[in-house]
């Protein structure tokens, strides 16, 4: 059974960084194939593609986030870390971590971590 | 990066039919058949119902169906149950590098 999880702080600082673990059970990313992705949702609004790890260590960013984004993976742990700079209220969101990504699709999601941005 | 173009709510009756739209450029979904769907019910995380425009996850409802025409895919809901209202969106890979949303439909099972 494939699972993922994400865990991070709840509130953070304008200005401060963010950093956001996904830990994953059911699969390997080093697997030929496989990969790990970051979604956003803010409250009541649509979902956005941040960024995308994989198997091969290669990196895709969202084009307009990708000067505050940075995406890593440890395999030993079977995690993948990102982090986000310059954090802003409008950051605001519920942050997801999903296995795939590079054939357009995204299962299975995790359940969530909900981060505010206010000072 | 744009996204994608929903209608921001559909309805149905029970047992009816409804198709949602979702609408990109020739360099998403017009030259790719990588469009995926997700239902999102409240308070919960998406959970993908379609992927490569017309595929079904193992053991989801033939009740949902994708398809695309154009720059134009679809998800179609068939016999609608009041379990299916939820929001919808729809998701572009262009190239399998750059992934773009829909803006999301709310159904509405009345």
């Known amino acids: 059974q494939v699972t993922l999880r994400e865990s991070g702080p709840a509130l953070v600082k304008p200005t401060q960084t963010l950093t956001l673990t996904c830990t994953f059970s059911g699969f390997s990313l080093s697997t030929s194939g496989m990969c790990v992705s970051w979604i956003r949702q803010p409250p009541g609004k649509a979902l956005e593609w941040l960024a995308r790890i994989d198997w091969d260590d290669d990196k895709y960013y969202n084009t307009s986030l990708k000067t505050r984004l940075t995406i890593s993976q440890d395999t030993s742990k079977n995690q993948v870390v990102l982090t986000m700079t310059n954090m802003d209220p409008v950051d605001t969101a519920t942050y997801y971590c999903?296995?795939?990504?590079?054939?357009?699709?995204?299962?299975?999601w995790g359940q969530g971590t909900l981060v505010t941005v206010s000072s | 990066q744009s996204a994608l173009t929903q209608p921001a709510s559909v309805s149905g009756s029970p047992g009816q039919s409804i198709t949602i739209s979702c609408t990109g450029t020739s360099s998403d979904v017009g030259s790719y058949d990588l469009v995926s769907w997700y239902q999102q019910l409240p308070g919960k995380a998406p959970e993908l119902m379609i992927y490569?425009?017309?595929k079904r996850p193992s053991g989801l409802s033939n009740r949902f169906s994708g398809s695309k025409s154009g720059n134009t895919a679809s998800l179609t809901i068939s016999g609608l149950q009041a379990e299916d209202e939820a929001d919808y969106y729809c998701?572009?890979?262009?190239?399998?590098?750059?992934?773009?949303f829909g803006g999301g439909t709310k159904l509405t099972v009345l």
């Open positions: 999903a296995r795939g990504g590079n054939l357009g699709w995204f299962d299975p």
């Open positions: 490569e425009v017309n």
């Open positions: 998701c572009s890979s262009a190239a399998g590098t750059i992934v773009v």
